[in-house]
């Protein structure tokens, strides 16, 4: 890693990004100090670093665990994954007998027509 030539002005210039992020913190404290007594819950309408909260003011409530909810949500995923896997094997076996087997049909056959009879012999020409 190179060494600043002027290590001076790095060091002022650190100190001043950090100043100024101090003044922003001080900013974002009071506001949430003035809200508060305020009895306001919700942060300002163009503030987008603030969290969002919920109905009751209660930022953690939104980051908790639902394992209810988590284990019907699963339970559904792997529903409609199992059903979505049936219904592709179903497709592929319907357009594999579809394709290779159309002439010679395995299921929905006339069980009271004949069989296919075999080629009749040719007709011996007359002898005149």
């Given at each position: 890693?190179?060494?600043?030539?002027?290590?001076?002005?790095?060091?002022?210039?650190?100190?001043?990004?950090?100043?100024?992020?101090?003044?922003?913190?001080?900013?974002?404290?009071?506001?949430?100090?003035?809200?508060?007594?305020?009895?306001?819950?919700?942060?300002?309408p163009?503030?987008?670093?603030?969290?969002?909260?919920?109905?009751?003011?209660?930022?953690?409530?939104l980051?908790?665990?639902?394992?209810?909810?988590?284990?019907?949500?699963?339970?559904?995923?792997?529903?409609?994954?199992?059903?979505?896997?049936?219904?592709?094997?179903?497709?592929?076996?319907?357009?594999?007998?579809?394709?290779?087997?159309?002439?010679?049909?395995?299921?929905?056959?006339?069980?009271?027509?004949?069989?296919?009879?075999?080629?009749?012999?040719?007709?011996?020409?007359?002898?005149?």
């Amino acid at each position: 890693m190179p060494e600043n030539p002027d290590p001076l002005a790095d060091l002022q210039r650190q100190r001043e990004l950090a100043s100024r992020q101090l003044a922003e913190l001080n900013r974002q404290i009071e506001a949430a100090k003035a809200a508060q007594t305020a009895g306001v819950q919700s942060p300002a309408p163009g503030d987008a670093s603030a969290p969002p909260t919920g109905a009751t003011g209660d930022t953690a409530s939104l980051y908790t665990p639902d394992p209810a909810g988590a284990h019907a949500s699963t339970r559904r995923g792997c529903f409609l994954y199992a059903a979505g896997l049936v219904a592709l094997v179903l497709a592929l076996l319907a357009a594999i007998y579809l394709i290779w087997y159309r002439d010679r049909p395995l299921i929905f056959v006339d069980q009271k027509a004949p069989p296919a009879a075999a080629k009749p012999a040719p007709a011996e020409p007359s002898k005149k």
